[in-house]
Protein backbone atom coordinates (compact mmCIF):
# COMPACT_ATOMS: atom_id res chain seq x y z
CA UNK A 1 0.00 0.00 0.00
CA UNK A 2 1.13 3.31 -0.20
CA UNK A 3 3.41 5.59 2.21
CA UNK A 4 1.39 7.48 5.05
CA UNK A 5 2.68 10.52 6.93
CA UNK A 6 5.31 9.59 10.02
CA UNK A 7 4.15 12.38 12.18
CA UNK A 8 0.32 10.63 12.26
CA UNK A 9 -0.93 13.99 10.75
CA UNK A 10 -2.97 14.26 7.89
CA UNK A 11 -0.70 15.21 4.34
CA UNK A 12 -2.98 18.02 2.70
CA UNK A 13 -0.63 20.09 -0.01
CA UNK A 14 -2.03 22.87 -1.75
CA UNK A 15 -3.42 21.94 -5.12
CA UNK A 16 -0.71 22.88 -7.10
CA UNK A 17 1.70 21.10 -5.54
CA UNK A 18 -0.33 17.89 -6.39
CA UNK A 19 -1.01 18.44 -9.37
CA UNK A 20 2.92 19.58 -9.97
CA UNK A 21 3.72 16.19 -8.72
CA UNK A 22 1.30 14.10 -10.73
CA UNK A 23 2.85 16.06 -13.58
CA UNK A 24 6.34 14.57 -12.77
CA UNK A 25 5.15 11.32 -12.67
CA UNK A 26 3.44 11.16 -15.48
CA UNK A 27 6.82 12.51 -17.50
CA UNK A 28 8.25 9.45 -15.49
CA UNK A 29 5.59 7.31 -16.64
CA UNK A 30 6.45 9.05 -20.47
CA UNK A 31 10.12 8.11 -19.92
CA UNK A 32 9.36 4.82 -19.55
CA UNK A 33 7.66 4.20 -22.22
CA UNK A 34 10.33 5.74 -24.53
CA UNK A 35 12.86 3.43 -23.08
CA UNK A 36 10.47 0.49 -23.99
CA UNK A 37 10.03 1.64 -27.66
CA UNK A 38 13.89 1.61 -28.48
CA UNK A 39 13.99 -1.58 -26.93
CA UNK A 40 11.11 -2.45 -29.22
CA UNK A 41 13.04 -0.67 -32.07
CA UNK A 42 16.38 -2.33 -31.22
CA UNK A 43 14.38 -6.31 -30.78
CA UNK A 44 12.49 -5.66 -34.16
CA UNK A 45 15.59 -6.39 -36.14
CA UNK A 46 16.36 -9.49 -34.75
CA UNK A 47 12.16 -10.85 -35.61
CA UNK A 48 10.84 -12.49 -38.79
CA UNK A 49 8.69 -10.65 -40.68
CA UNK A 50 5.48 -11.66 -39.36
CA UNK A 51 6.26 -11.18 -35.48
CA UNK A 52 8.35 -7.77 -36.86
CA UNK A 53 4.78 -6.60 -38.19
CA UNK A 54 2.80 -7.92 -34.67
CA UNK A 55 5.91 -6.01 -32.71
CA UNK A 56 5.61 -2.70 -35.56
CA UNK A 57 1.86 -2.40 -34.35
CA UNK A 58 3.26 -2.62 -30.32
CA UNK A 59 5.34 -0.31 -30.56
CA UNK A 60 2.68 2.17 -32.46
CA UNK A 61 0.95 1.31 -29.45
CA UNK A 62 3.49 2.40 -26.72
CA UNK A 63 4.52 5.30 -29.17
CA UNK A 64 0.91 6.60 -28.57
CA UNK A 65 1.17 5.76 -24.83
CA UNK A 66 4.09 8.12 -24.76
CA UNK A 67 2.38 11.04 -26.37
CA UNK A 68 -0.90 10.66 -24.36
CA UNK A 69 1.74 10.74 -21.45
CA UNK A 70 3.17 13.63 -22.50
CA UNK A 71 -0.49 15.73 -22.90
CA UNK A 72 -1.47 14.42 -19.24
CA UNK A 73 1.77 15.93 -18.22
CA UNK A 74 1.41 19.34 -20.13
CA UNK A 75 -2.36 19.28 -19.05
CA UNK A 76 -1.54 19.00 -15.26
CA UNK A 77 1.42 21.30 -15.21
CA UNK A 78 -0.68 23.74 -16.94
CA UNK A 79 -3.17 23.10 -14.44
CA UNK A 80 -0.69 23.30 -11.43
CA UNK A 81 0.02 26.77 -12.63
CA UNK A 82 -3.25 28.23 -12.74
CA UNK A 83 -4.73 26.20 -8.98
CA UNK A 84 -4.99 29.14 -6.12
CA UNK A 85 -1.71 28.56 -4.20
CA UNK A 86 -3.73 28.76 -0.56
CA UNK A 87 -6.32 25.50 -2.12
CA UNK A 88 -5.61 22.65 -0.42
CA UNK A 89 -6.97 18.97 -0.26
CA UNK A 90 -5.94 15.81 1.89
CA UNK A 91 -4.16 13.48 -0.10
CA UNK A 92 -3.60 10.54 2.49
CA UNK A 93 -6.50 8.24 1.47
CA UNK A 94 -5.34 8.63 -2.55
CA UNK A 95 -1.98 7.95 -1.30
CA UNK A 96 -3.33 5.04 0.15
CA UNK A 97 -5.22 3.47 -2.88
CA UNK A 98 -1.45 3.66 -5.01
CA UNK A 99 -0.14 -0.13 -5.19
CA UNK A 100 3.50 0.74 -5.92
CA UNK A 101 5.49 1.59 -2.68
CA UNK A 102 8.15 3.54 -4.25
CA UNK A 103 6.01 5.73 -6.49
CA UNK A 104 3.43 6.45 -2.99
CA UNK A 105 6.65 7.20 -1.16
CA UNK A 106 7.93 9.75 -4.08
CA UNK A 107 4.59 11.02 -4.50
CA UNK A 108 4.10 11.52 -0.56
CA UNK A 109 7.88 13.19 -0.34
CA UNK A 110 6.96 15.45 -3.48
CA UNK A 111 4.25 16.28 -1.31
CA UNK A 112 5.71 17.49 1.73
CA UNK A 113 5.59 14.24 3.84
CA UNK A 114 7.70 11.40 4.74
CA UNK A 115 7.59 7.48 4.62
CA UNK A 116 6.62 6.23 7.69
CA UNK A 117 8.39 2.98 9.25
CA UNK A 118 5.63 0.55 7.56
CA UNK A 119 6.10 1.55 3.81
CA UNK A 120 9.96 0.79 4.11
CA UNK A 121 9.10 -2.69 3.37
CA UNK A 122 11.76 -4.70 0.85
CA UNK A 123 8.79 -5.75 -0.88
CA UNK A 124 7.21 -2.48 -1.82
CA UNK A 125 5.23 -4.19 -4.79
CA UNK A 126 7.65 -2.48 -7.90
CA UNK A 127 9.21 -4.52 -10.54
CA UNK A 128 12.68 -4.20 -10.52
CA UNK A 129 14.60 -3.80 -13.86
CA UNK A 130 17.93 -5.50 -14.22
Not at 97 to 108: K, P, S, V, Y
Request: aromatic share 2%; net charge negative; with cysteine.
Amino acid sequence: MGAGIASGQALSPSVAATLDVLAAEIELAGARCIFLDRVIGEVMDRLTDDDRERMLQGLHGVDLLAQHLTSLSAFTRTMSLAAPADLTLPVDAAIAEITLGALAERMTAGLGGSEDDEADDADSGDVDMF
